[in-house]
């Protein structure tokens, strides 16, 4: 094999999951582009054709008449042409993730997902089945191993393709977010090259899918365990990069993106979830309660940067417990965004309740029924707008307040899509003053200020929860790092402090199970992650 330059292409897509259509409209978009720069080869991310994760889609007889057709379509652009594309495939009654390599209109090498993740978010025991175990192909005499996603996770089929000769690794990925995953990518890499001492390539989905993001970020690490080209955060991105080819594959250094702090990362994560859940189910519009506090404040922000003013109304509802610093942060928020603002005071409202409610109980309402009525009260109005102007309400609760169970069943939980969900309150701070170093649209007070939901005269959230920083160090240690009550505790945590904690989640399932959907951001969110049963002793 003689010494060449060879440029190729990684396409970091946002790929709609079902529509293949427009998915392949994507793909061949690419293709050309790629060719235009002299590109030899464009690999693509796992299950590029159908979108990931395609869960029961999967078993429609139709989808893969259309993938087939997909198919042909590709083909008719590789002429001298090399592209690496995933897809679901049935043979018989059986499924599988598979890897297609095409060159001259052929499929000339295909590899079948060996390795099939079934914990935290994955199920996919439940849609496919095992592949073989290695896959090397002739890329311009250069011997290629390619690998799907979890493959590269474990150690045996990297080794065995460079036993079979591989220069280089190539992985298909659909690796979802969270605040430790890309290190964790990075981690993986730099084993399977100190193992075997080739470059990999690596290209991952981008794009919000329910409750999962895919960052993007793509990237190729050379021989050395050195970065060598990635792609952009939360974004499309189609990365070009030249490898030479010899007796080894040397990758061409590229410029890096900028190394982003942890809440610049987590806040586009969650600005493209909430634009590609809106768009992607075909809403117009989004609507939310706006109270002056910083959850809603935070959350309005995330939905302006995702769609623009002009697709946002913030709604006021105030009552008699509302105060005017509230209402004034409310509206200079809406301001400085500039959003649409209604204003409906619910007082009238909510006395119609407790005069109803007076007669059918023969006594005044508990307080606890009263705060609630407000909050419900407030969600049918949301919920009458969003339907009249077809538009998708976004809940503002975060992951804090749905742990302990401080939020309102059908009250302010009601709605399509949850922004914060797995957002703890203490993070909710660093993102709204992360948003103000972009351009100051929080008002200073809201950050300040003693959080409180204002349904009662002098309320605050610290009347009924613990201070938030220790509450959500306790809930991170026992969901997402999975200890014990009595680890907890011997982390020098006060005993009865952790068992009222514990106690609140445990007791919340119920309501847990009726939140929302909203965009997993941490290892462990209250979504596929959290499997727990709602009736039962826990």
Not at 285 to 298: E, F, H, N, Q, R
Request: charged share 30%.
């Amino acid at each position: 094999m003689g010494d060449k330059t060879i440029k190729i292409a990684l396409a970091q897509l946002n790929f709609c999951v079902g529509d293949i259509e427009g998915n392949t409209q994507k793909i061949l978009t690419a293709i050309k582009r790629a060719k235009a720069k002299d590109a030899k080869l464009i690999v693509f991310s796992e299950l590029a054709l159908t979108g990931y994760p395609i869960e029961d889609l999967l078993f429609k007889e139709d989808l893969h008449l259309r993938v087939q057709h997909a198919l042909t379509l590709i083909r008719k652009l590789t002429q001298n042409f090399y592209v690496i594309v995933g897809y679901p495939e049935k043979k018989g009654k059986k499924y599988f993730n598979v890897a297609e390599v095409i060159y001259d209109g052929k499929m000339i090498a295909k590899r079948y997902k060996y390795h099939l993740p079934n914990y935290s978010v994955f199920d996919e025991k439940r849609y496919f089945e095992k592949g073989e175990k290695s896959c090397v192909f002739d890329f311009r005499g250069i011997k290629t191993g390619l690998l799907i996603c979890e493959d590269l996770w474990f150690p045996e089929l990297s080794k065995k393709a460079v036993a079979l000769g591989a220069k280089w690794l190539i992985c298909i990925s659909a690796s979802p977010y969270d605040d430790k995953k890309f290190q964790k990518r990075i981690e993986i890499l730099k084993s399977r090259i100190s193992e075997n001492s080739v470059p990999v390539v690596y290209v991952n989905l981008v794009g919000g899918q329910d409750e999962l993001v895919f960052d993007g970020r793509s990237f190729v690490m050379n021989e050395h365990q050195e970065v060598c080209a990635q792609g952009k955060h939360c974004q499309e991105d189609l990365l070009f990069l030249e490898m030479h080819a010899g007796k080894s594959v040397k990758i061409k250094k590229e410029k890096l993106p900028k190394v982003l702090s942890k809440e610049e990362e987590i806040y586009s994560a969650l600005v493209l979830a909430t634009r590609d859940y809106v768009m992607k189910n075909g809403f117009s519009s989004v609507y939310l309660g706006v109270s002056g506090g910083i959850d809603s404040a935070l959350t309005l922000a995330i939905a302006v940067d995702a769609l623009g003013p002009k697709h946002v109304t913030a709604i006021v509802m105030p009552s008699r417990y509302t105060a005017l610093m509230s209402m004034e942060d409310a509206y200079a928020l809406a301001g400085a965004l500039k959003v649409k603002v209604i204003e409906i005071p619910i007082t009238p409202m909510f006395n119609e309740f407790l005069k109803n409610l007076k007669k059918a109980l023969a006594k005044k309402p508990k307080d606890i029924t009263e705060k609630n009525i407000q909050a419900r009260v407030r969600a049918v109005l949301l919920m009458a707008l969003a339907n009249e102007f077809n538009g998708l309400v976004l809940t503002t609760s975060n992951k804090s307040e749905i742990a302990a169970g401080y939020s309102t069943l059908y009250g302010d939980m009601a709605g399509g899509f949850d922004v914060l969900k797995d957002v703890y309150k203490t993070m909710i701070y660093r993102l709204a003053a992360y948003r103000n170093q972009l351009k100051f649209v929080i008002p200073k007070r809201t950050i300040t200020r003693a959080p409180t939901a204002e349904l009662a005269p002098n309320q605050k959230d610290q009347d009924d929860l613990p201070p938030y920083d220790t509450l959500d160090i306790i809930l991170k240690l026992f969901i997402e790092e999975n200890l014990s009550e009595e680890k907890i505790i011997q982390k020098g945590f006060d005993e009865s402090l952790v068992k009222e904690i514990l106690t609140l989640l445990k007791r919340c399932e119920y309501k847990r199970r009726q939140s929302p959907i909203g965009p997993r951001m941490t290892t462990c969110s209250f979504g596929k992650d959290w499997r727990f049963p709602v009736s039962g002793k826990k």
